[in-house]
């Protein structure tokens, strides 16, 4: 399973923009790449998954290059109840297991 | 849509029992499901992967006497922590794929274990 690499915490206000990148350097031809959200005290919450390019819904946009070795999640005009911790991870689509990075703490500021 | 429930979703106890933690696939059916425990501050960590009418696989370093599994219906995992100590103390979360229709996976709400 490819290990992932993301900023320990990053800072934001509310409405902006923000973009989390993940490396994934080793991530295999089979693998995908996924993107939890995680509140305190509570289990991680799907938010998207890609394999190529980019995907578009209605919480996010993942941008994935062509090389696939990053990706990056886009989280437009966060609001404070954005504030939270974000994993990327990377694993083939049926596989389940799922091993978890550090994550991402994202603190949005009023 | 498809839910996992873990329950109790808080459990207190004494240093020396055993506390047993269920996770239910709601409305379908997991042949794997996934236990992980997460420590404050700290990312998830893979225990093992329970496997219905199986045994389940462990992680390297989780003792599988300590934390035992059983996967004994579709719908259903229990991990029971025996002998509970301080040290035992975090927050447990299962997981589960379904796999027949949409092999999306899904999180329970977790389960605060406090030994006291």
């Known amino acids: 399973l490819a290990k992932t690499t993301q900023p320990i915490s990053m800072d934001s206000y509310e409405g902006q923009e923000v973009n989390i990148t993940c490396s994934h350097n080793?991530?295999?031809?089979?693998?995908?790449i996924t993107w939890y959200q995680q509140f305190p005290s509570q289990g991680p919450r799907f938010i998207i998954q890609?394999?190529?390019t980019k995907v578009t819904n209605e919480v996010a946009s993942l941008f994935i290059p062509a090389d696939r070795k990053s990706s990056t999640l886009s989280l437009p005009r966060v609001s404070l109840s954005d504030t939270a911790v974000y994993y990327c991870?990377?694993?083939?689509?049926?596989?389940?297991?799922?091993?978890f990075g550090q994550g991402t703490e994202l603190s949005v500021k009023p | 849509g498809a839910v996992v429930s873990q329950h109790p979703s808080r459990v207190i106890c004494k240093s020396g029992t055993s506390v047993k933690i269920e996770c239910r696939s709601l409305d379908f059916q997991a042949t794997t499901m996934f236990w992980y425990r997460q420590f404050p501050k700290q990312s998830l960590m893979l225990m093992a992967t329970s496997n219905e009418g199986s045994k389940a696989t462990y992680e390297q370093g989780v003792e599988k006497d300590k934390f035992l599994i059983n996967h004994a219906s579709l719908t259903l995992s229990t991990l029971t922590v025996t002998s509970a100590h301080p040290e035992d103390s975090s927050f447990y979360i299962c997981?589960?794929?379904?796999?027949?229709?949409?092999?999306?996976?899904?999180f329970g709400e977790g389960s605060r274990l406090t030994v006291l």
């Open positions: 080793n991530i295999a031809t089979n693998d995908y």
């Open positions: 997981s589960a794929q379904d796999r027949v229709n949409t092999g999306e996976l899904f």
């Open positions: 991870l990377v694993g083939e689509n049926q596989g389940g297991k799922l091993i």
């Open positions: 890609g394999y190529k």
